[in-house]
C-alpha cells in the first residue's frame, strides 16, 4: 500500500473509533491536531509521514480511558500500522511518540527526542489551549463527574504520575495543575507563540471566573 492509501485508511479507522467521543478526544480533536501538526512539521522540515500516522493515532487508546495504561495506545497504534503493512522503523518512531506525548503532572518531564514527536506534542497541547481548551477542560470534567469549582480545595503540584493519575480535583484546578503550565513546556517555535496567545485568554476567563465567584462583577 502506498502512503496516501495508508493515510487514508488511518483517517478513516480512527474516524470510525473517536466519532461522538464526549470527552474531547473525539475526531474533531484528532482532525485539528493533525491540521496543527501538519504547519508545525513543515516549518521544523518534519518527516511529514511520520508526523501525520502519529497525530492521526495518538489518542487511539488514551491511558486516561483505559485503567491508566500507558501502553494502551501504542499497542492499539502498532497492532493498526502493522496490518497496514507499514516498514518496522515508522511503526517504532510513531508508537514511540504516542507512548510519550501525554501531560503525566507539574514535575513529571515528558521529552519528545525526534522533531516529529516534539511537533505533534506541540499540536496536542495547543488543543488543550485556548477557547478550544476551556471548552474541552468541562466537557472532561464533567464526563468523569469533577466538580466544576471547589475554593476549599487548592491545587497541587503532581510530583508522580501516580498521584496526576489519581487525582479527582476541580476542573478550574485542572487549569492551574496542567493548562497554565503548558506554554512552558512547548517545544517548537510557532507553537510557543500560539501557547501564548491561548494562555492569555485562559488568563482572562479565569480572571473573569474569580470577579463571579466574588459576585464582583
Ligand atoms: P494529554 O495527551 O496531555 O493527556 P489530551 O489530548 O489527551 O492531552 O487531552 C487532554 C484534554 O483533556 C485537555 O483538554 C484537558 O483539559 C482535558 N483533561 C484531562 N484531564 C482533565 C481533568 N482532570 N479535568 C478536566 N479536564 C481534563
Ligand atoms: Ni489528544
Redesign the pocket.
Known amino acids: 500500500m502506498d502512503r496516501a492509501a495508508i493515510l487514508g485508511r488511518t483517517e478513516r479507522f480512527v474516524r470510525r473509533r473517536l466519532t461522538g467521543e464526549p470527552?474531547?478526544?473525539d475526531w474533531w480533536?484528532v482532525e485539528r491536531?493533525r491540521a496543527l501538526s501538519r504547519r508545525l512539521g513543515s516549518e521544523e522540515e518534519a518527516d511529514p509521514f511520520v508526523v501525520e500516522l502519529a497525530a492521526l493515532l495518538?489518542?487511539i487508546a488514551?491511558?486516561?480511558f483505559h485503567a491508566g495504561d500507558t501502553e494502551a495506545g501504542p499497542q492499539a497504534a502498532r497492532a493498526w500500522l502493522k496490518e497496514c503493512g507499514v516498514e518496522v522503523q515508522v511503526i517504532e518512531h510513531v508508537c514511540r511518540i504516542v507512548r510519550h506525548?501525554?501531560?503525566?503532572g507539574s514535575d513529571v518531564p515528558t521529552p519528545m527526542d525526534t522533531i516529529e514527536g516534539k511537533v505533534v506534542q506541540d499540536a496536542?497541547?495547543l488543543?488543550?489551549l485556548g477557547a478550544?481548551?476551556i471548552a474541552?477542560?468541562?466537557?472532561?470534567?464533567g464526563r468523569?463527574g469533577?466538580e466544576l469549582y471547589n475554593p476549599e480545595v487548592s491545587p497541587l503540584r503532581h510530583q508522580s504520575f501516580d498521584s496526576y493519575r489519581e487525582?479527582?480535583?476541580s476542573?478550574i484546578n485542572?487549569f492551574y495543575?496542567?493548562?497554565l503550565l503548558l506554554k512552558d513546556r512547548m517545544n517548537t517555535r510557532t507553537g510557543k507563540r500560539m501557547a501564548a496567545q491561548r494562555h492569555d485568554y485562559m488568563e482572562r476567563f479565569l480572571e473573569q471566573f474569580d470577579h463571579e465567584c466574588k459576585g464582583e462583577k
Do not use: M, P, Y
Not at 101 to 104: E, R
Open positions: 470527552t474531547g478526544h480533536h491536531v495518538h489518542d488514551d491511558w486516561k506525548l501525554s501531560f503525566k496536542d497541547r488543543d488543550a478550544i481548551g474541552r477542560a468541562f466537557a472532561f470534567g468523569v469533577s487525582s479527582n480535583s476542573t485542572h495543575e496542567k493548562l
